[in-house]
């Protein structure tokens, strides 16, 4: 009480006693998606590319060439400046009442999907491998999921299944790979459990940020081999795009598409010598 703590975030004092070292304006300052997404994948449309989709839907330039391999992913917002060191804090400080307010973001970014998904549906963090748990002490998609369940008035129509995906091995960083390097650098790297509840259900898969795309769509394949119906997608925050360029041309005149396509390449008219 005399000697206040800082906000973690901005550094200034903070005047009211809480579990979660982060001030009132921080907070309030992580406001949600407030410009035109993918209706697909929710990565941000740039106008030559915004285009309406069967049901009016506006899709970017890669989901109008070919669906995902999972049937919606959503966000709660940009994964950058504050909401970036909030997440941050829960990932690697340790920080877990940030858990509850990640929750309560991932939890309206759950709401957007519930005129889609069925009466029941089976939620399934994004696991971390035993090894990164063991350090970590905890998996933070499985603790926002939980606090998240805990926000919903209809709680009772999500089946949370912690255990029924498993990373059977450490995958090298991301950073630096190329769209057909990460695939590759996380194929087999996740396996089904509990065949009994995802077999026929519909899935939502959770986890705290989607950056590439790499590794939800990986685990939704796992999931969709395993028997899911249907898999959907809910991070409190993605990493959106800052420029125009979707499509990466390589010098034999294809296309790279993202992670969460079912196939990494693809020809694009009018590439060769371009």
Known sequence: MLFPSDCRICGEPLVKVSRLPVCRSCLDAMGPLDEGVCSLCGERLFSPYVMAGAQGELRCGLCRRIEPVFARAVAYGSYE????????????????PAAAVLGRML?????????????????IPVPLHRSKLWQRGFNQAELIARAALKKNPRRDRFNLCAGALVRT???????GLTRHQRRENLRGAFASKQAAVIKGNEVLLVDDVLTTGATVAECARVLLRAGASKVWVATVARTLKIA???VDIRSDGSAELDEFYPGNMAPLAGAAGG
């Open 81 to 96: 400046s504050r909401l970036r060191e909030l997440i941050h804090l829960l990932k690697f400080d340790g920080v877990r």
């Open 107 to 123: 939890a309206e970014a759950i709401a957007t999907l519930e005129a889609e998904i069925p009466e029941s549906v089976v939620v």
């Open 169 to 175: 091995r450490e995958t090298t960083s991301q950073i």
């Open 244 to 246: 125009s360029h979707e």
